[in-house]
């Protein structure tokens, strides 16, 4: 059956500018990406037109700057801009977070040249990014990336295959971590990589559990040519480059995992009044009662935690503690919230009739991407305890 819109949160936004925003936002939810949500992930479709939309809409750049052509927006309003996307559906909201870490190390290390010269197109051209760490044998262990790049005169000839790449085959341009240097993080580079470049192939997308709308591939750079002007930083600074990007793009992650849990929710809850059992509806029934209250208030943490570690961004401040505990609450959060609306639908939510399992399968990449939740552990215990001894 189609999905639903997304039902509206009661968010408190910082201007009345953030709140024209949500509302533009769920227009174009209700209107352009729910109604074909259900039918589009079934067949694996991927919407680029709505990416399309979205940059037209001065969606696809909100936390950058207006001079790029960004929307100038705190990360407090981005992220809820992604949880409304995500609500509405994943491969969108998730989409449009993988797109903004694809930006993040040109805007936040690039030369102003280099900020001029790309990064409008990047953030309001219709562009669409995609973001290159992970590698067939370096996924949590990212310092062992193996993808090498040579200098060769005023070029970088860059050799390797990445994995998990989200938008794989269909990006128009790759930010590139590859090893330029010693082994370990100290050797690793970061670049900007033309999708269309001479050498850069897509393998088949992998078949996946969920997301299916969202093509995810392996990349491969064969002797792919770049000139030095799109190295981003100094040699040797891309790990660093991608640990930072990570921080922000975790806080992207944890919206969408709320997104996906809210929808859920609000799945639940619209069967639950009508579903009736015993001459009653089942919203009726406590033990059942008992569970979306449960949902509700996991939900609304997690949205607090999330919220709470973008002003700290926003404000300049330390955040990547934060960061790991809102992406690891917040996916955990949306594994269990989704669970749950399955169980409630009984054997419906067991059905392709319903969203609730499509839900439950797409909130399990969650805890997945971007650092798994077993990395986000060691991430902030290091904040506590320090590292670890060896």
């Not at 589009?40 to 037109?49: I, S």
């Not at 590698?135 to 005023?154: H, N």
């Not at 505990?325 to 169980?343: F, G, P, S």
Request: aromatic content about 6%; some cysteine; overall charge negative.
């Amino acid at each position: 059956m189609p999905d639903r819109a997304p039902q509206p949160v009661d968010r408190q936004l910082p201007t009345d500018e953030a709140r024209e925003l949500i509302s533009l936002v769920r227009d174009i939810a209700r209107r352009e990406i729910a109604p074909k949500a259900a039918e589009e992930e079934d067949a694996g479709r991927f919407p680029r037109e709505l990416f399309a939309l979205l940059s037209d809409s001065g969606l696809l750049g909100l936390p950058y700057d207006a001079e790029y052509g960004g929307g100038d927006q705190p990360y407090e309003v981005y992220l809820q801009v992604l949880e409304e996307l995500a609500a509405a559906r994943l491969t969108v909201g998730l989409g449009v977070s993988v797109h903004s870490l694809a930006c993040y190390a040109l805007a936040a290390h690039g030369t102003k040249e280099q900020r001029a010269e790309h990064l409008p197109a990047m953030l309001g051209g219709g562009l669409l990014g995609g973001y290159c760490l992970s590698e067939p044998s370096s996924g949590s262990d990212a310092a062992s990336l193996r993808t090498r790049a040579v200098r060769d005169g005023d070029d970088w000839v860059i050799t390797g295959t990445k994995a998990w790449i989200t938008h794989g085959g269909v990006a128009d341009f790759y930010t590139v971590m590859a090893r330029t240097g010693e082994e370990g993080p100290r050797g690793i580079t970061a670049f900007l990589v033309p999708g269309d470049a001479a050498g850069v192939s897509a393998a088949a997308p992998e078949k996946k559990m969920g997301l299916k709308g969202s093509p995810t591939a392996q990349i491969h750079f064969d002797g792919v040519r770049v000139p030095d002007a799109r190295r981003i930083g100094d040699e040797g600074q891309g790990f660093a480059i991608a640990l930072s990007s990570l921080d922000s793009g975790r806080l992207g992650i944890a919206a969408c995992a709320i997104g996906v849990a809210q929808a859920a929710l609000d799945e639940a809850v619209a069967y639950a009044r009508q579903r009736r059992q015993f001459g009653r509806p089942i919203a009726d029934f406590q033990g059942l009662r008992f569970m979306l209250a449960d949902m509700a208030t996991q939900i609304e943490a997690g949205r607090a935690l999330y919220l709470a570690a973008a002003r700290l961004r926003d404000a300049g401040r330390p955040f990547a503690k934060q960061a790991a505990m809102a992406k690891l609450h917040c996916t955990d959060a949306a594994m269990r919230v989704t669970t749950d609306a399955v169980q409630i639908l009984g054997g419906y939510g067991y059905t392709a009739d319903f969203p609730a399992e499509r839900y439950m399968r797409e909130a399990k990449v969650l805890q997945i991407v971007e650092g798994t939740n077993q990395i986000q552990r060691m991430v902030i215990a290091r904040h506590l305890a320090g590292p670890e001894t060896r």
